[in-house]
């Protein structure tokens, strides 16, 4: 009965981990739902409507990039910036070293503007409801729960 309970344990926390696997599974299916051109307009803008449906209060840290109006040129500049973070730490996942640095990075640029853990569950929330529905049934919930709080952990610094 023990060694069958470490077992399990062992498989829980594998399939919580963000692992090679889990890595490459994110990075494909980041690929297949972000997409190229315009489509990824249309990707940042479902993804930044999921955040404020969530907490209509979060559009008071983008007030400097035009936060009250997701079609502004200024807010459509901004989310773009945040999708090519994303799109830059996904495609950094099977290489360690690199995505440390890039992710070292993206802590700097986030720690003077007050986002904090609370911020990073809205996107990721919203882009666990995103990703699913550009992609279909081949969704990996938990690839991606892990490799996004990997992703968020390293950026606040956890």
Not at 92 to 97: C, E, G, N, P, T
Not at 148 to 157: E, N, S, T
């Amino acid at each position: 009965m023990k060694v069958l309970l470490v077992v399990l344990l062992g498989v829980v926390g594998a399939m919580a981990d963000c692992g090679t696997l889990q890595r490459f599974k994110v990075k494909q299916q980041w690929g297949q739902a972000y997409g190229v051109g315009e489509h990824r307009e249309d990707f940042n803008k479902a993804v930044w409507r999921g955040i404020f449906a969530q907490d209509n209060g979060a559009r008071a840290l983008f007030t400097r990039v035009g936060g009250d109006d997701i079609s502004s040129p200024e807010f459509t500049a901004h989310m773009s910036r945040v999708a090519g973070g994303l799109d830059m730490s996904i495609s950094l996942l099977d290489q360690d070293d690199i995505l440390s640095e890039a992710l070292a990075h993206l802590a700097e640029q986030h720690a003077p503007r007050d986002v904090n853990q609370y911020h990073f569950e809205l996107m990721k929330n919203s882009l666990l409801k995103v990703v699913p529905a550009a992609i279909g049934r081949c969704f990996d919930n938990d690839a991606w729960s892990s490799c996004y709080d990997y992703i968020a952990g390293a950026i606040l610094g956890n």
